[in-house]
C-alpha cells in the first residue's frame, strides 16, 4: 500500500509493512492505527502476519505461598507420563462456578462473569519447574541468577528472557515504528528484573522504567501525546482524525475483520483519552508528569490504589499492542501492592512469616488472590476480546507470564507456581494444570524438585520463536546459568542436595534444551 492509495494514511518511515500506521487529520493531528493486512498485497500480508507473538511479564514482589494455593484439586489426572526419571503429570484445568465466583484454585478465583470458561481454557497453572540454587532478593524474575541483594555471581548472568525477546532477529526481523521492549510500574527499591546486553556487559534497565500510565503513553505513542491537561483541554485526537477515519473504513477493500479491528482500537483510544485526558497530536513536545492520583505512595495507599495504577497502565498497553507499538512488556510492582486491613509492614509482617505462620500465610493468599483477580485476569480477558484478522484474539496471539520473587521458602526461589494466560500464537497448549514434581523426592523446605526453571525459559523463548540457536547455554541445555554444586539453597541455607541426591540430578539436566512436556505444541 502506497500513500496515494490512501491519503490519509501514512505507514511510517515509508514501509508498507511498518508496525505503525498513521492516520492524519485536521490541524495535522495523526493517530496510531494499527497495520490492516486486508489493504496489503498478498505477499505483504503474508510477512506481516510471520511476527505476531506478544509477550506481557508480570514480577511481583515477595510470595511465600504454599504451592498448593495455585493449583487446583480434586480433578482427575488426564495423562501421565514417565520423563527424566520420574512420572510428570496432566491435568485439564476446569473452573467451579457459585455464587458468581469461578474457582480454579484459592489464588485462581475471582467473578465467574470475568473469569468463564472460555477464558480458564487460554490458561496454564505450571509446579515443579524449580531454581536449585541461591536465595533470591527483588530481581532474579526472569533469568538473571547472578544478582541480588547481598550477593553477585558473573558466572551468573544472563539477559532476562524478556530482553533475548527483544534482540531477537527472529522475533523482531525489522521494527520500523516498534519499541523493542517496555518496563513500566512502580517497581521495588531495589535491581530490576530486566537486563539487557550492551557493550559486552549484562545491565539492569531499571533507569528505563517509566512509573505512571502517563509516561508509559508518551513512550508508546510517540509526540502526539501532550503535556499534563489544562482546565480546557484541547479536541479529543481521535476527533480530530474522524473525517479520514470515515473515508479509511468505507474503503472497499477493508475487510470485516480489519473494519472490527479498527473500530475497537479507536474506540479503546477514545476511551483512554476520556480516563486520563490525554490529548494532543504529534507535534507536542516532551514527556507529561504522571497525574498525581497515578503515584500512589506509602504502604497507607493500599492495595486498591496500586491495583488502579496497574489497570491504567493495561489501558495504555493494550492500545499499543493493537497498534504493534511493542510486543515484549514487563511490569514491575511495587512492595505497597500488597498492602491492605491492618497491616502495618506487609514485607516483614506478612511475607517474611508466611512460611511458617497460618495467619500470615492466609493473607498472603489473599494478596496473591486479589492480584491474579484485579490485574492479571483482567487484562487477560482485555486481550480476548480483541479479535484479529483472522478471528484469533489478542490473548492468542499473547502469552502472559506472571512471576513472583520468591517461591514457598522465604528468601527461596523454589517451589514457585505460574499461571500463565494466552497461547502465544498457536506455540503454547493450555488449559492445562501441569506438575512436573517428582513426587518420589526427597523435600527441601517443604519443596519437592522436578524440572528445571532453566527448561521453562528456554521453552518459552522457543514458544516464542527464539531458536536455542540464538541464546545457547554453556551450563546447560536451557536459559540461564545452572547453579553451581557450592551454592547455598533456599531461605533456610539447607544447600542444594540432601545427602548423596542433588535437587536436580543429570537426568532433569539432560532434557533441560527440550520443550516442556504438553506445553509446547
Same mark, same amino acid.
Given at each position: ?58 514480577? #511481583? ?278 498492602? #491492605? ?107 519437592? #524438585? ?72
Amino acid at each position: 500500500m502506497k500513500a496515494r492509495d490512501l491519503p490519509d494514511v501514512i505507514a511510517q518511515q515509508g514501509t508498507p509493512l511498518s508496525r505503525r500506521w498513521l492516520l492524519k487529520g485536521a490541524g495535522g493531528a495523526l493517530l496510531a492505527i494499527p497495520v490492516l493486512p486486508s489493504l496489503l498485497s498478498e505477499a505483504q500480508a503474508q510477512t506481516a502476519a510471520a511476527n505476531r507473538k506478544i509477550f506481557l511479564a508480570y514480577c #511481583f514482589p515477595n510470595s511465600t505461598i504454599r504451592g498448593d494455593a495455585y493449583c487446583p484439586s480434586g480433578l482427575p489426572v488426564a495423562e501421565v507420563k514417565d520423563y527424566a526419571g520420574f512420572s510428570i503429570r496432566r491435568t485439564q484445568l476446569k473452573g467451579s462456578a457459585s455464587g458468581g465466583v469461578m474457582r480454579v484454585s484459592d489464588v485462581l478465583s475471582t467473578s465467574s462473569g470475568l473469569l468463564t470458561d472460555a477464558l480458564i481454557a487460554k490458561a496454564n497453572v505450571i509446579r515443579g519447574c524449580d531454581y536449585s540454587g541461591s536465595w533470591t532478593h527483588n530481581s532474579m524474575h526472569l533469568g538473571n541468577f547472578g544478582v541480588g541483594q547481598g550477593f553477585s555471581r558473573p558466572d551468573y548472568y544472563r539477559r532476562s528472557i524478556d530482553q533475548v525477546l527483544a534482540d531477537s532477529p527472529s522475533f523482531y526481523p525489522s521494527f520500523g515504528g516498534t519499541r523493542r521492549s517496555v518496563l513500566f510500574g512502580s517497581g521495588p527499591y531495589e535491581g530490576t528484573p530486566s537486563y539487557a546486553s550492551r557493550n559486552g556487559s549484562i545491565v539492569g534497565l531499571g533507569s528505563e522504567q517509566v512509573k505512571s500510565a502517563y509516561q508509559l503513553y508518551s513512550q508508546l505513542f510517540g509526540g502526539f501525546v501532550p503535556g499534563a491537561p489544562t482546565a480546557k483541554p484541547r479536541k479529543s485526537v481521535v476527533d480530530l482524525v474522524s473525517e479520514s477515519f470515515k473515508k479509511l473504513r468505507g474503503d472497499a477493500r477493508l475487510s470485516s475483520g480489519d473494519k472490527l479491528r479498527l473500530d475497537q482500537h479507536v474506540e479503546h483510544l477514545a476511551e483512554i483519552e476520556r480516563r486520563q485526558q490525554v490529548v494532543g497530536t504529534l507535534s507536542c513536545p516532551g514527556k507529561p508528569s504522571a497525574p498525581a492520583d497515578l503515584q500512589p505512595a506509602g504502604e497507607a495507599a493500599g492495595s486498591a490504589s496500586h491495583v488502579a495504577t496497574l489497570r491504567s497502565y493495561e489501558d495504555v498497553l493494550v492500545a499499543a499492542l493493537q497498534c504493534n507499538l511493542t510486543r515484549v512488556a514487563v511490569c514491575y510492582t511495587n512492595y505497597n501492592l500488597f498492602s #491492605f486491613g491492618d497491616t502495618a509492614d506487609w514485607h516483614h509482617q506478612i511475607e517474611h512469616f508466611a512460611a511458617g505462620d497460618p495467619l500470615a500465610q492466609g493473607k498472603a493468599v489473599e494478596a496473591a488472590r486479589k492480584v491474579v483477580s484485579e490485574v492479571v485476569v483482567p487484562l487477560a480477558a482485555k486481550l480476548d476480546a480483541i479479535t484479529d484478522t483472522d478471528g484469533k484474539t489478542l490473548l492468542d496471539r499473547s502469552l502472559i507470564f506472571p512471576v513472583s520473587e520468591m517461591g514457598e521458602p522465604d528468601h527461596g526461589i523454589s517451589g514457585r507456581v505460574f499461571v500463565t494466560f494466552g497461547g502465544a500464537d498457536g506455540a503454547v497448549r493450555t488449559g492445562n494444570f501441569l506438575d512436573y514434581r517428582n513426587l518420589g523426592s526427597t523435600p527441601r523446605d517443604g519443596v519437592r #524438585f522436578g524440572l528445571t526453571i532453566q527448561q521453562l525459559y528456554g521453552s518459552i523463548l522457543q514458544a516464542m520463536g527464539v531458536p536455542r540457536s540464538e541464546w545457547g547455554e554453556s551450563t546447560n541445555q536451557g536459559y540461564g546459568a545452572r547453579p553451581l554444586a557450592s551454592d547455598v539453597y533456599g531461605g533456610s541455607g539447607s544447600g542444594p542436595t540432601v545427602g548423596s541426591v542433588a535437587a536436580h540430578p543429570d537426568a532433569v539436566w539432560a532434557v533441560a534444551g527440550e520443550k516442556l512436556p504438553w506445553f509446547g505444541v
